[in-house]
C-alpha cells in the first residue's frame, strides 16, 4: 500500500456509523424480532384453537428456516453487488407480505372459513415467503456495520446492532395482547406488523443512503474511492480499495463458505449455541401452557411475561455488560455458553412460573453474550472485503439452527416435557469444552487499526 493511500484513507473514511444510520438498522431488524417473537408467542394458542397438532407448528418455523439457510448467502452476495440498502429493502418487503399472508390465513382458520389442514398448508407457504426473503436484511445490515466499524469497535457495534434482537423480543410479545382484538382476535398482531412493515421500508428508504455500486461513476479515484461516492464500504484497517467497488459493481464479490477454516470453527459455535436455543425456546410456550394447568388463551400473557425476562437478560448483556466490560469475542462464548447451560437447566428444574420466568432470563442472558461473541469473532478473522460473505453465512447459520431443532425439541418435549432443556444443557456444556481446546474460539484476536 502507498503511503499517499495510508494518509487519504483515514481523513475520508469514518471509524463508526453516523447515529442516524445505525438507528434505522437497528429499528428494521428489531421489528423482525418483534413481529415473528409475537407470532412465536401466539401460534401455540392458535394451534391449540384450530386444533393444529404441536409437532406441525414446529414444521413451519423449520421450513421457512431452511429456505432462510440457504437464501441468506445469496442476498449477502448481492448485497455487496447491489448494495446493503436495496438488500435490506427486499428483506422488510418479504417480512410485510408474509405477515400480511399470514393473518389472513389465520384469520380464515379461526373463524372456521378453513380446515385445519388447509389452514396449515397457507400458512406454511406464506411463511416461506419470510424464509426466502425476509432473509435479505439481517446480513445486509450486518455487512453495513462491519463496513463502516474499525476492528477494535467492531464487537462492540454488532452487539448493538444483536441488541435490536433482544429489545425486539420484548416489543413482541408486550404488544401482541394488545392487538388481539375484536374480530380479528389471535390474528390481529400479524396485521399489525404487517403495517408496521410498510412504515419501516419507508424509513430505509428515506434515511439511508443509495450505496449500490452500480449507481457510482465510473471514474475512480486515485486514492481508490469513487469521486463523490458516499463513505458506504471503509476498510478502516486499511484493505478496501477501488477495486473491491469495481469487482462489486462488476458482480465479482468475495465467496465465502461457513466451511471456510479461518471461520468454521465460529460456525460450529453458532450452530450448536442457536440450535440448544432454539429447541428450548420453540417448546417454552407449550410448557408454560401444560406446566400452570391453564387454558392456552389464559396463559398467552403468561407466555409472554417469560420472554420479556429473558429479552430483558439479553438487553443487559448487550447495552450494559458488553460495553461496560469492552468484553472480547472469546470472552463473550466462553460466558455465554456456561451461563445459558445454568439457565437452562435451571428450567428444567423450575418448580413453578417464578422458577422458569428466572431460569429463562438466565438462559437469555449466556446467549445474549453468545451471539455477539460469535458473530464478531468470524467477523473479525476474515478481511473487510469479505464481510458481505461473512455476514452472510452467519445468517444462514443462524437460520439453520430452526431447520430441525424446533421439531427436535417439540419432539423431545412429547416425551417429557424437561428432556429438552436436560438434552440443551448437556449440549451447551460440551460446547463450552469445545470453545477452551480450540484455539480460534480461545484467541484473543489482534487489532490492526
Not at 71 to 76: G, I, L, M, R, S
Not at 97 to 122: D, N, W
Not at 164 to 192: E, H, K, N, Q, R
Amino acid at each position: 500500500m502507498s503511503s499517499a493511500r495510508q494518509t487519504s484513507l483515514p481523513t475520508s473514511l469514518p471509524a463508526s456509523l453516523p447515529a442516524g444510520e445505525f438507528a434505522v438498522l437497528f429499528v428494521v431488524l428489531l421489528t423482525v424480532a418483534a413481529g415473528n417473537t409475537a407470532l412465536q408467542t401466539v401460534l401455540p394458542a392458535i394451534a391449540r384453537v384450530i386444533h393444529i397438532p404441536d409437532l406441525l407448528v414446529a414444521i413451519i418455523f423449520s421450513f421457512s428456516a431452511l429456505l432462510w439457510t440457504f437464501t441468506a448467502p445469496y442476498w449477502a452476495r448481492q448485497s455487496d453487488i447491489r448494495g446493503r440498502r436495496r438488500l435490506m429493502e427486499v428483506g422488510v418487503a418479504g417480512f410485510g407480505v408474509s405477515m400480511l399472508g399470514c393473518g389472513i390465513v389465520i384469520y380464515a382458520g379461526l373463524r372456521g372459513l378453513l380446515i385445519p389442514f388447509a389452514t396449515f398448508a397457507l400458512f406454511a407457504g406464506l411463511r416461506s415467503l419470510f424464509g426466502i426473503f425476509g432473509s435479505a436484511s439481517n446480513p445486509a445490515a450486518q455487512a453495513y456495520v462491519a463496513a463502516r466499524t474499525s476492528e477494535a469497535n467492531r464487537t462492540n457495534a454488532l452487539a448493538s446492532l444483536s441488541s435490536a434482537f433482544g429489545l425486539g423480543t420484548i416489543v413482541g410479545p408486550a404488544v401482541a395482547p394488545l392487538f388481539i382484538i375484536g374480530a380479528l382476535g389471535l390474528s390481529g398482531p400479524l396485521f399489525a406488523f404487517a403495517l408496521v412493515a410498510v412504515v419501516i421500508l419507508f424509513a430505509v428508504r428515506r434515511f439511508l443512503p443509495d450505496d449500490d455500486p452500480t449507481h457510482l461513476p465510473r471514474a475512480v479515484a486515485s486514492d481508490g474511492l469513487a469521486h463523490g461516492a458516499p463513505a458506504s464500504e471503509p476498510n478502516v484497517s486499511g484493505g478496501a480499495t477501488g477495486g473491491s467497488l469495481q469487482a462489486a459493481a462488476a458482480g465479482r464479490t468475495p465467496r465465502l463458505s461457513w466451511r471456510d477454516p479461518r471461520i468454521l470453527p465460529f460456525m460450529v459455535y453458532g450452530f450448536i449455541s442457536g440450535s440448544a436455543q432454539a429447541a428450548t425456546g420453540q417448546a417454552l410456550g407449550f410448557l408454560v401452557i401444560d406446566r400452570l394447568h391453564i387454558g392456552a388463551a389464559a396463559a398467552q400473557q403468561n407466555i409472554a411475561i417469560v420472554f420479556m425476562a429473558g429479552a430483558g437478560a439479553t438487553l443487559l448483556a448487550q447495552w450494559g455488560l458488553i460495553p461496560m466490560f469492552r468484553m472480547t469475542p472469546p470472552t463473550l462464548m466462553r460466558w455465554g455458553t456456561a451461563i445459558a447451560a445454568a439457565g437452562t437447566l435451571g428450567i428444567a428444574l423450575a418448580p413453578n412460573f417464578h422458577g422458569i420466568v428466572v431460569a429463562y432470563g438466565l438462559a437469555a442472558l449466556g446467549y445474549g453474550f453468545a451471539r455477539p461473541g460469535f458473530t464478531a469473532g468470524a467477523s473479525l478473522a476474515v478481511g473487510q472485503d469479505e464481510q458481505g460473505g461473512v455476514a452472510g453465512a452467519v445468517t444462514s447459520i443462524n437460520g439453520s439452527c430452526f431447520v430441525l431443532a424446533p421439531a427436535i425439541g417439540i419432539g423431545l418435549y412429547e416425551l417429557s416435557p424437561s428432556l429438552p432443556y436436560f438434552t440443551a444443557a448437556a449440549v451447551l456444556v460440551a460446547l463450552f469444552v469445545y470453545g477452551l481446546a480450540n484455539r480460534a474460539l480461545r484467541t484473543e484476536p489482534v487489532h490492526h487499526d
